[in-house]
């Protein structure tokens, strides 16, 4: 096992390696000069040449892109153009409300889809089944910004129940904490739940077809213990592999969500230093994001060991 997680993390050096590369490529062909939004719209051309060589874009591709990957390996990512603050520093000072969204936002979809895939599964063709996949359907059809407002203007304009902007840090208490991020967090998480809920649906559909299933059944077994100890652990697997590769959906939803609801996140972070082609920013937070991904599949591929004694690494 440890070796397994070795290998893994170390596998995790190339990958950040090419994303940075694409990353540092996109950014460099991108249109604007980050010199001239730096220097304003009164500078001369000598004033926007001097900026530049002071931020070192007049330098090759491939030299800028070892400066920086250099800089990188010793845990330097750089400074931010516009404010001068490590983006480390800026990192840290966001990290919390997107930490926090995020985590609400697994909470809630995980609760709500997984059992509405097991009793859509168990209730096949009928009623139940149908508006489940129904609103599968529309969660992914209805994009993220459309259900934030439509969220904020009915309990947060209409009813007043919700905060409709803002965050309020855990520092100030739970509840309030929690209310600044209810509506966000259902509005990131209902793609999720539908993602959830139809890949929970497909598999439980084919192990309550199991013999097992059947047996379980056929001694007596009460239909919520066949349908979550029995059918619901077998087909915990895919369920758990679909939760781990829907975190790319929460970390691309949270920068429209954290847009539409003012949060001081990572995500409005990253709106406003690609607005202002903070280049180092942008780095900075896609290489925190693409390493949080590499490290929740890892997290996933450990959890088959639990879920399945078979698997061995």
Sequence with gaps: MLGFILRRLLATIPVMLVVGFFVFGLLSLAPGDPAAIVAGDQASPEDV???????GLDQPFLVRFGT????????????????????????????????????????????????????AAWRAGRLVDRCVMGFAVLGFSVPVFVVGYVLAYVFAIKLAWLPAQGYAPIEAGVRPWLASLILPATTLGCAYVALIARVTRATMLEVLQQDYVRTARAKGLGQGTVLFLHALKNAAIPIVTVIGIGIALLIGGAV??????????????TVDAILRRDYPVIQGIVLLFSFTYVLVNLVIDLSYTLLDPRIRY
């Design 49 to 55: 040449q001097r900026i530049r060589a002071s931020l």
């Design 68 to 119: 920086w990957g250099g800089r990188i390996l010793q845990g330097d990512l750089g400074t931010s153009l516009f404010t001068n603050l490590p983006v480390t520093t800026m990192i840290a000072q966001r990290i919390q409300p997107t930490l926090s969204l995020m985590l609400v936002t697994l909470a809630i979809a995980v609760s709500l889809a997984v059992p509405l895939g097991v009793v």
């Design 256 to 269: 429209v969500t954290e847009t539409v609801f003012a949060i001081p996140g990572l995500g409005r972070l």
